[in-house]
């Protein structure tokens, strides 16, 4: 909402519709964004990889982010790419890219969660994505009418800030 009340056309949401029921995502994932509420829940990092190496990445803190760099486990988990469509088995290396899915097995301690560091606040619940979106248009309109109620005190005062009373 911050981004409509500073006059934006839209903004950008993906943290809080990765805990969405709908969501693909694993349940322990989601259940981490939920616990995640603190000043240091995420951190922007680039040790993820080596399918995309060296790039920068806000994630939840965990041991793999904290941790001296490490080439062991050498494997953290197990997954499905392509997961209804293809279905290929993926073995995790360690510092895998690969975001955790319902297909995902192993140690999230050691796997790349992806989280916006203020969204992340916002996660309380699994919850329907229609439920997510229904908040996000209350939101919008509260904003509005916010904006519209200051409007309304700019209208009571003339140019040099009075009521009229002269």
Known sequence: ?????????????????VAATESYANTGYKQRLINAHGDNAT?????????????????????????????????????LL???????????????????????????EEMDMPAGAKSVRAVRAV????????????GGRDACDRDNDDDDDDDDH???GSHGNH
């Open 82 to 108: 392509f997961p209804g469509v293809l279905n290929v088995p993926y073995t995790m290396p360690k510092y895998s890219a690969i975001v955790p899915t319902r297909d995902t097995t192993g140690d999230l």
């Open 158 to 160: 003339d140019d040099d």
């Open 43 to 79: 951190i922007l990092q680039t040790r993820f990889g080596p399918e995309w190496p060296g790039q920068p990445q806000r994630v939840l803190r965990v041991r793999a982010t904290t941790e001296r760099l490490s080439t062991t486990p050498t494997t953290i988990g197990s997954t």
């Open 127 to 138: 919850r329907p994505a229609a439920a997510i979106v229904n908040d996000f248009i209350d």
């Open 1 to 17: 909402m911050r981004a409509i009340r500073a006059g934006a056309d839209g903004g950008w949401s993906g943290t809080v519709f």
